[in-house]
């Protein structure tokens, strides 16, 4: 069985371009999570999908991103224009059920650098 | 609001060497706490679960303790190898957010030599 993928591993933008980040969650995980990592400081939680719909996007930074997770599938973070401080890594993680089993498996992660 | 802190930041153990990693929070309303390795490069692995109502979980040599009214948890590794090298986290679910977000530590950086 296939985990939780994210592309692309790395990314290299200017401050201002768009960026576009994907999620794969494992098959049939209906809860969805987007995290964060910014150099030196700990993991923090972005958002949470349950199916296509937003639980909790009390994590999100700004307005300067959107996530979306269409027909309940994978998963889109978007981030438009990018500034210096989103640079990281971005983790994607998916869990069966959010409360008896909410191990949530994590994805590699994308590094997002902007110069 | 939670916070969850780990200590020590790195550890330097010789191999065999059984070890304790430390994981405090601050609020005691949690819904579960996780330990999870992270290697180079790598996502994250969840180690063991810890539901609040429970004191401990063990996995091999892996066991996880919790004392919820203290706020602390504790992972002990017994017999260390060279491949359990790696950053280990802590993280909590607590009642302030929803179930899904996870708060984590720093994390502690441990190294086995061989």
């Known amino acids: 069985e296939a985990g939780v993928t994210q592309f692309p591993s790395h990314s290299v933008i200017e401050k201002g371009q768009t960026v576009t980040l994907r999620c794969d969650p494992i098959s049939g995980h209906d809860n969805l999570y987007w995290y964060r990592r910014v150099m030196g400081k700990e993991i923090k939680f972005l958002l949470h999908f349950v199916k296509e719909s937003k639980q909790d996007e009390s994590g999100m930074p700004n307005n300067r991103f959107l996530a979306e997770r269409t027909g309940g599938t994978y998963s889109t973070l978007k981030v438009q224009p990018a500034e210096l401080e989103d640079s990281g890594v971005y983790f994607c993680?998916?869990?069966?059920?959010?409360?008896?089993?909410?191990?949530?498996?994590f994805g590699a992660g994308t590094r997002l650098s902007v110069l | 609001k939670q916070e969850v802190t780990q200590i020590p930041a790195a550890l330097s153990v010789p191999e065999g060497e059984n070890l304790v990693l430390n994981c405090s929070f601050t609020?005691?309303?949690?819904?579960?706490l996780q330990w999870f390795r992270q290697d180079p490069g790598k996502g994250l692995t969840s180690l063991l679960l810890?539901?609040?109502?429970?004191r401990e979980q063990t996995s091999g040599r892996l066991n996880a303790s919790l004392d919820k009214s203290s706020g602390r948890s504790t992972l002990y590794i017994a017999a260390s190898q060279p491949g359990d090298s790696a950053t280990y986290l802590c993280a909590v679910s607590s009642y302030g957010g929803s179930q899904g977000n996870l708060i984590f530590g720093k994390g502690t950086k441990l190294s086995v030599k061989p």
């Open positions: 993680a998916s869990s069966q059920d959010v409360r008896d089993n909410m191990i949530q498996y």
């Open positions: 810890i539901q609040s109502s429970q």
């Open positions: 609020d005691s309303a949690i819904y579960n």
